[in-house]
């Protein structure tokens, strides 16, 4: 090929990719529209609720602009676990029992066009990736960046299966492809916290005397896997429940919180926070780092279960109890969370009744409570299930017994709306662009 042939193919080449990227963002390969989508794109929307469905494969997409049924799924299995994805775009359905996570696409996300954001809303859709493993339980996710689900493996079958670690983020789902994942040399029930490229996970020691894990072991990602770094030296027995906020990872023990602070890129050091009760769920928010809500039971039958909260501060190593307005003795929490700010938790009881607590920098007043906000409350599962709204002052229950979504306004701490749905829902997850 002569010279100029050559400049010529490269030139043409070079016209056609410009032309391919200016289309796919929605403009054109002509002088006069080659700038048209240099300017940020912002849709006003409030998102979609994935609501599944009691005793079926059933998931229901909510548009919350209309309040109208989008879509309804049809996933493989019925009793799924609904999760976000790390961007807020994909609802990730873990089918335990069945060895299965399958990937909603909801339809509205973002993304980052370099020198603007761009919205968009469209259709939702199944996507026709699925990702095999044995008992898919824990999902932890790092906001924004990736997230980790922790497959339990199963010590009742012959040969048995070892426990896995697995990680997703939203171009990965996009390809129908994991990121990365190691697997374990043995079957048990753990937590797997990605922080950027250090993954927590867990180990049991030999001594153990349950099932559960007693140790958090640090891995260090390498391409497409993750090695052994080392086992971190505090013992954290009837480990249960873990989240990430900021530098420091809280997990929940049989005599308190494991507190564990990233100190560098690789590097992290770990020390226990005593609680006077088991601690088994560990809750926070990417809006407030270094601050977590800690849950445990005190009591066991004969005698009344109650729900018990402790605030857990990472930059003083505390754990304060927190005192609940009108949580009596027996009182069990059915569901909680944070609005999309994080300075207001809402705790639904088991009597229907909503308190609403204030954060104050490491610790929490009461602000108000709602009785009967959900007025009959179910006698088994699936219980009300709470969501907040990532891009508006709302949260939103379910209430399986009236066969309504409660529509909480966190702005005026009241209830704005009640409808109606046409079956019984389980769970219920919000997926969209968080503002």
């Known amino acids: 090929m002569k010279q100029e042939n050559k400049y010529q193919a490269v030139k043409t080449l070079l016209a056609l990719s410009l ?18 989508d240099d300017k940020v794109v912002t849709i006003d929307t409030a998102g979609r609720l994935a609501i599944a469905e009691k005793d079926s494969k059933n998931l229901i997409l909510r548009d919350l ?29 873990t089918q335990r029992a069945q060895d299965l996570v399958q990937f909603v696409d909801g339809g ?9 954001l761009h919205d968009y809303k469209q259709g939702s859709k ?27 493996g199963d010590s009742a079958v012959t040969p048995v ?20 994942g190691f697997d374990l040399n043995s079957s048990i029930h753990g937590f797997a916290e990605p922080i950027d490229n250090k993954i927590l996970s867990v180990s049991r020691a030999a001594d153990a005397t349950d099932t559960l894990p ?17 086992q971190l030296a505090t013992r954290c027995n009837g480990m249960h429940g873990s989240f990430t ?3 420091f990872t809280a997990v929940g023990c049989m005599d308190g919180v494991m507190l564990i602070e990233h100190t560098g890129p690789n590097t992290v050091s770990d020390k226990k926070i005593p609680t006077p009760i088991r601690i088994g769920t560990l809750m926070g928010h990417v809006k407030a780092p270094e601050q977590f809500i800690a849950i445990g039971s005190e009591g066991a039958a004969p005698a009344p279960v109650t729900t018990r909260f402790y605030a857990i501060a990472g930059s003083n190593a505390s754990a304060t109890a927190i005192t609940v307005a009108g949580w ?33 920098g490491t610790t929490w007043s009461n602000v108000s409570r709602i009785v009967g906000l959900i007025p009959s409350m179910p006698t088994a599962a699936p219980w009300p299930a709470i969501s907040a709204n990532g891009a508006k002052d709302e949260i939103y229950f379910t209430d399986p017994v009236a066969r309504q979504l409660v529509h909480f306004n966190t702005a005026t701490a009241s209830v704005s709306a009640r409808r109606d749905l046409s079956f019984v829902p389980a769970t219920a997850l919000w997926v969209g662009i968080s503002r």
Request: glycine share 8%; aromatic share 8%.
């Open 108 to 116: 509205v996300w973002q993304e980052d066009h370099v020198n603007h």
């Open 19 to 36: 032309a391919s990227l200016l289309a796919a963002c929605g403009g054109s390969d002509t002088a006069t529209s080659e700038n048209k």
């Open 126 to 152: 199944l996507m026709t990736w699925k990702l095999a493993g044995s008992r898919p339980t824990h999902y932890d996710v790092q906001v924004g960046k990736q997230a980790a689900i922790f497959f339990d």
């Open 161 to 180: 299966k070892n426990a896995s670690v697995r990680l997703i983020t939203d171009a990965s789902i996009a390809s129908g492809a994991v990121a990365a």
């Open 214 to 230: 007693t140790h958090v072991q640090l891995y260090q990602r390498n391409g497409n896997t993750y090695t052994s770094d080392r």
């Open 328 to 360: 009596e003795n027996g009182t069990v929490q059915r569901a909680s969370g944070f609005d999309r700010n994080s300075n207001r938790f809402y705790i639904l009881d088991n009597k229907g009744n909503l308190s609403i607590l204030q954060r104050q």
């Open 245 to 247: 906020a900021g530098k």
């Open 65 to 93: 602009d209309n309040h109208l049924t989008e879509a309804t799924h049809q996933l493989d299995n019925a009793g799924a676990s609904l999760y976000p994805s790390p961007n807020g775009r994909y609802v990730v359905a």
